[in-house]
């Protein structure tokens, strides 16, 4: 165990409990509270790899626990914003978009390396994780300011510029993947 691998642990035990303070949401205090936490969690999804490659110690574990963790905060943020939104297509239709492509694209990652094929993390399927962490972080930031609508479009029109590069991301991967397969 090495302190990559623990940020990135980290990143998974915080998303629940990120979680839970939204999806209970019974103040302000709470919403800041989940905010920040967020917040730390999201830079941990960066300074995780940048420690491991900077002191030289990436490992086997942190490669898988990486991607894991990012789907773990936000898939558990995600639904317990999905709590708050339950008739707004415009949250709904890009969240859904987001959980199936992370757990579809993961699947066919897992077949694929059955396979003996390992396909890298492109430089946008690491900026669409970016912009996701960043949509859902402006999301939980709109609930905080709930009265200033500037807040909520953007972080709505966010979510789906994410959902867009989400898309392409698994088409991306898909391709690449079809093409390998074949050789």
């Not at 939204?22 to 995780?48: H, M």
């Not at 609930?143 to 867009?164: G, H, P, Q």
Request: charge should be positive; include cysteine.
């Amino acid at each position: 165990m090495n302190f990559p691998n623990l940020l990135t642990i980290l990143r998974i035990i915080v998303a629940p409990i990120i979680a839970i303070l939204v999806w209970r949401e019974t103040s302000n205090g709470q919403l800041i509270i989940a905010f920040l936490l967020f917040c730390v969690a999201g830079l941990t999804d960066w300074l995780d790899g940048y420690a491991a490659r900077k002191f030289k110690i990436e490992s086997h574990l942190g490669r898988i626990l990486d991607p894991i963790a990012d789907k773990v905060l936000l898939a558990c943020v995600l639904l317990a914003l999905a709590s708050h939104h339950t008739r707004d297509w415009l949250f709904i239709a890009p969240a859904l978009i987001i959980f199936l492509r992370e757990f579809l694209i993961s699947g066919f990652r897992e077949y694929m390396s059955k396979e003996g094929i390992v396909i890298n993390v492109s430089k946008l399927a690491k900026w669409k994780t970016t912009l996701q962490l960043f949509a859902v972080g402006l999301i939980i930031l709109s609930m905080i300011f709930s009265e200033n609508e500037f807040v909520y479009r953007t972080s709505i029109a966010t979510l789906w510029l994410s959902a867009i590069v989400t898309i392409q991301t698994a088409y991306d991967y898909l391709k690449l993947s079809l093409s390998k397969l074949k050789e």
